[in-house]
């Protein structure tokens, strides 16, 4: 056998180019989605279909418990007349003042008790008797005090929104890692720039934590406030329909609260992944 021959036998064989791997986190991670999102779709359909066949099948009495077909159409003869949207208006006109309201004061309050041992000392005794009071029983203290129209609405929204804000705050301004605030003092930042800078950033998941809280319970305050005094929003809307024994309506206020509570918190999770992009 010749060396040319010799030559071509031992020489291997070119390997095709290497395929990149694929990227199996990203995949796993977008059918992990994609199977919670059709479990949830279920878990709702399955509910839906529950409700509209329990009054059918007479398992409930469609008295007391309208068929959700029925539900819907009265909602869109309510959001055709204009009257849905009144009501709409008047509560996120309260739910969303309070709210804003109760952040604005709750997190540069819940700062100073995290950080300075004075204000915390004097104020702690005094929240603790305010935070184990409900809302809901200072109704009519703030009735008596601020009247029956819409500021009165608008405090005790925002004095139950103020509470999860305010601990949640406290609670992450205090849990920030000592290394980075001893990092950021050996660098010579100033005490306004220490807050701006490190303890603020660190402490944002918490207290997105305690606005989306507090985001749930400006809708849950509003409707209880909305059952006194009120001529127009979703708690009158409901109360009204009970009263008059106007069951499709009723249910129909009831599925909009609900409608509102869930986009109000994917809202609030959209602005908190937007705003904290920086984590993992």
């Known amino acids: 056998m010749s060396e040319t021959t010799i030559a071509v036998i031992e020489k291997p064989a070119a390997s095709a180019p290497a395929l990149p791997a694929p990227r199996r986190g990203t995949a796993g991670r977008a059918a992990r989605l994609l199977g919670t999102g059709v479990r949830r779709v279920v878990a709702i359909a399955a509910f839906l279909a529950l409700w509209q066949l329990a009054p059918t099948a007479g398992w409930v009495d469609p008295a007391f418990l309208s068929p959700l077909s029925e539900v819907l159409h009265t909602w869109w ?15 996120l006109h309260r739910s969303l003042s309070g709210f804003a309201i109760a952040i604005s004061v709750a997190v540069p309050l819940g700062l100073l008790v995290a950080w300075y041992r004075a204000v915390a000392g004097v104020l702690s005794p005094l929240l603790a008797v305010f935070l184990n009071t409900a809302a809901v029983a200072l109704l009519p203290v703030f009735t008596l005090i601020l009247g029956i129209g819409d500021t009165s609405k608008i405090a005790i929204i925002a004095y ?93 206020g009831i599925l909009t609260v609900s409608i509102i509570g869930v986009a109000f918190n994917y809202l609030l999770l959209f602005i908190e992944s937007k705003v904290l992009r920086w984590r993992a």
């Not at 849950?220 to 009158?236: C, F, N, P, Q």
């Open 160 to 252: 139950a929104c103020f509470w999860p804000v305010l601990y949640n705050t406290i609670s992450g301004a205090r849990d920030v890692d000592p290394l980075l605030i001893k990092s950021a003092r050996s660098l010579g930042l100033p005490h306004l720039k220490l807050f701006a800078k490190v303890i603020v950033p660190a402490a944002l998941p918490t207290i997105f934590t305690g606005i989306r809280l507090a985001g749930a319970a400006s809708m849950l305050v509003l409707i209880t406030t909305e059952y006194v005094g009120a001529k127009a929003g979703l708690g009158y809307m409901i109360i009204s329909a009970q009263f008059n024994f106007q069951i499709p309506e009723m249910y129909a």
């Open 77 to 91: 003869g309510l959001a055709v007349d204009g009257d849905l949207w009144i009501n709409i208006w008047a509560s």
